[in-house]
């Protein structure tokens, strides 16, 4: 897999598919692999560029903290060392919280924008709850373990344990496949998604809006889904019934091919190109 270095931080990432540039931007603790059930599909379409955030993956962590803002800067510095002028961007949770800055202070480079279970600020509530992300992943000394025993269950329903226990079962070995995020990289992550706060950009933001929610998700709910489709001119709002914070993955089929049409849709116009093979 290619390296740039991008905003003084080295950046590893993946490229698949042919056709417009689509940014994949991970979730906490997440590396660029967390989208592959969306890459399968997406690829048919579009050159899908999925990357690893700073402190993530193969990419460098500089050991200094910093805010969502600053990861949507290290992604506009990526895409111009990719030489990907413009592209559609997409993001679940902490990945549209980045999106929704990059769409803010970098408008030329984005042609669409999904943003999933994400927020405009993180509130008490998600404040708490992360702030026990990182109580246990302190006791227990391992980021993959807090997810699979600390995140998941805010991510998925309760039904879908007791109905597919072996897909929770897959997604956990999967967690525990994938290069282990470390403590203090998973705390400064953390600490950013907790500062997080783009509610004075969202007026900023002009590029088509895509915005889905779980309509059972308590981290990220309607209570922001419904003031960001308001805030962002023109944006839509596609809510999957049943869903907690990982609807992407929860109602696979269905999301995949609603997000897709909404790409497709806003595909054809814009100035992006595929990376140079």
Not at 225 to 243: D, H, S, T, W, Y
């Amino acid at each position: 897999m290619p390296k740039v270095t991008a905003n003084n931080v080295t950046i590893n990432y993946e490229q698949q598919g042919t056709g417009e540039p689509l940014i994949l931007i991970p979730y906490l603790a997440a590396d660029h692999a967390c989208y592959a059930f969306q890459v399968a599909e997406y690829a048919k379409h579009f050159t899908c560029i999925s990357l690893d955030l700073r402190g993530t993956g193969e990419s460098d962590d500089p050991g200094r903290d910093y805010s969502t803002e600053t990861l949507a800067d290290d992604v506009a510095a990526f895409m111009q060392a990719v030489s990907v002028p413009r592209a559609h961007v997409s993001g679940l949770s902490l990945g549209a919280n980045i999106g929704m800055w990059l769409a803010a202070k970098h408008p030329d480079k984005v042609q669409s924008l999904s943003l999933h279970g994400g927020c405009q600020t993180s509130d008490l509530f998600i404040k708490t709850i992360l702030e026990g992300w990182q109580v246990m992943a302190t006791a227990l000394n391992s980021v993959p373990e807090t997810v699979i025993r600390g995140i998941f269950p805010w991510c998925f329903t309760p039904q879908l344990y007791a109905a597919r226990p072996e897909f929770i079962q897959a997604l956990s070995d999967f967690v525990r496949s994938r290069p282990a995020q470390s403590l203090p990289a998973f705390m400064r992550q953390s600490n950013a998604v907790m500062a997080h706060d783009a509610s004075a950009q969202l007026g900023k933001i002009s590029a088509p809006t895509q915005i889905t929610v779980g309509s059972v998700d308590q981290i990220c709910s309607t209570r922001f889904a419904v003031p960001m489709k308001e805030q962002i001119r023109g944006a839509e709002l596609l809510i999957f019934n049943g869903c907690a914070h990982a609807h992407i993955y929860e109602q696979l089929e269905e999301f995949n091919g609603k997000s897709l049409q909404f790409l497709l849709r806003h595909s054809g116009a814009g100035s992006g190109s595929a990376l140079p093979v």
